[in-house]
């Protein structure tokens, strides 16, 4: 392995540990071993704009006219490029610094980003070797017909067929087979592999431009998450501050308890990194164009620099030093505190209390997430519908605690961090500012024996009784 190795994506500087390497355009590709040809099928999709920007007022006409519909749209294709051939936009600074957020497995002064340690590159050429074991055996053997690309990274399909095509196996045999291994060994997806995977696997759920929307996604409760704000409602981060690459990946490989999303660790690790890329940068996309409907609605007109400005400060909130990340991720350095009969009665004392934490207005008194505020009645019909509704605009209940059913995470510092930060995209309130830091844990201790399968503890729970007057 040579001394300066990374997962190298297969980017226009050629393959792994080649600078530069060969490649035949044109009519040369048409002259491929059987090996080595391909021919995908893909659908040609579009990102259309959100609901938002497109919407209507009283008189049927669109809110923004249709020309700076047309301006944000080709705003975001420069920015974001398409489905097809996604991409950010390098800004001024980042080509001077050599930074460039397309490559991820790159160093940030070496054209890359720069987002992952030696650590973390070696696991993934690890999985590298156990997911194209198949591949990286029929080279071993010099028995390239059986080399076949997945279908879901279509630029490795283009780089194994320059390779092939390059030179023939036979006129520098060594050579190309440790090419050829080094090509699946060090992948790392780009972000036409990775939107390509999005295609088959995250789409019909939440839709091409990650707006939840997908053509199976209006069938599910809760809904798919929708990307395009940047709210993700369950991170270990403080002050709603967007998510880190690890808290999406968590996602991804645990999959969300109580809802349609799986876990998808069937997928190599360099898949799933791919995935998170894919996913920020819809994320992203969609912020910069909230931000660019909002300044037509004040200013009545989009100046190119505000443009740029909204996307150098949109991509400036999901970077995260290690140094950041520690300041906002929500710790408890101590350990969880011991549960004692004391602890669960105080928490059962802030559960139900009508000052401050107030749980049992939205939770219910025995945690059904029944409480008199969850809920309200419709005054002509007298159907009850849930009172509050989130961010995305969907009606929303209180979690029923008695199930054991907590979509964040069901540890103690799992329940600790929804509590003291609150929920993103929710209404359920951050108590960090109002309780210290036991009265949280005691809290959390509390709701623990709510749980008809007792989460954390064996000790016995019974339904309190509502305060008076309630």
């Known amino acids: 392995m040579p001394s300066d190795h990374r997962i190298r994506s297969s980017s226009p500087r050629g393959l792994p540990y080649l600078r530069p390497a060969t490649v035949l355009a044109g009519a040369s590709l048409l002259a491929f071993s059987v090996a080595c040809q391909f021919e995908p099928s893909r659908p040609v999709l579009r990102f259309q704009l959100s609901e938002a920007t497109r919407a209507l007022d ?162 599910l409760d809760p809904r798919p998450r929708d990307y395009r704000r940047g709210i993700f409602k369950f991170t270990p981060l403080k002050d709603k501050a967007q998510p880190r690459r690890a808290d999406l990946y968590h996602i991804l490989d645990e999959g969300v308890t109580g809802t349609a999303m799986p876990s998808f660790r069937r997928f190599s690790v360099a898949q799933l990194e791919g995935l998170v890329d894919y996913v920020r940068l819809l994320a992203m996309r969609g912020m910069v164009e909230h931000e660019l409907s909002v300044t037509y609605e004040f200013d009545e007109a989009i100046p190119a620099e505000y443009v740029v400005e909204a996307y150098r400060e949109v991509f400036g909130k999901w970077q995260h030093s290690e140094e950041s990340a520690d300041e906002l991720v929500v710790a408890y350095a101590e350990g969880v505190p011991e549960a004692t009969p004391q602890t669960i009665a105080r928490g059962r004392e802030l559960f139900m209390d009508d000052a401050v934490a107030k749980c049992y207005t939205c939770h219910g008194p025995a945690g059904h997430g029944d409480g008199i505020s969850a809920w309200t009645v419709d005054p002509e019909t007298g159907v009850r519908k849930e009172a509050y509704l989130d961010d995305w605009g969907f009606p929303i209940r209180p979690r029923d605690l008695t199930t054991g059913l907590y979509r964040g995470g069901r540890r103690p510092i799992d329940v600790f961090r929804r509590i003291k930060n609150g929920i993103n995209g929710t209404p359920m309130p951050a108590l960090g500012g109002a309780l210290p830091d036991e009265d949280l844990w005691a809290l959390v201790h509390y709701v623990g024996t709510l749980s008809e399968q007792n989460l954390f503890y064996p000790a016995p729970h019974g339904a309190p009784e509502a305060p008076a007057g309630h």
């Open 58 to 219: 009283d008189d049927g006409e669109p809110k923004i006219p249709l020309e700076v519909q047309d301006h944000i749209r080709g705003s975001l294709e420069m920015l974001f490029g398409t489905p097809q051939n996604p991409q950010y936009m390098r800004l001024q600074e980042w080509i001077d610094a050599s930074f460039d957020p397309n490559w991820p497995s790159y160093a940030a002064d070496d054209q890359g980003s720069g987002e992952f340690s030696d650590e973390r590159l070696e696991e993934l050429q690890a999985d590298n070797a156990r997911a194209f074991a198949r591949q990286l055996a029929a080279i071993e053997a010099g028995d390239y017909a059986k080399v076949e690309p997945p279908d879901w990274a279509p630029d490795l399909e283009r780089k194994w067929a320059e390779h092939c095509a390059a030179t023939a196996p036979e006129a520098r045999a060594d050579e190309f087979k440790a090419e050829a291994a080094a090509l699946f060994s060090e992948w790392y997806p780009t972000l036409r592999d990775s939107a390509e995977l999005y295609r088959q696997q995250c789409l019909h759920c939440h839709g091409v431009e990650g707006g939840g929307d997908g053509p199976t996604g209006r069938f």
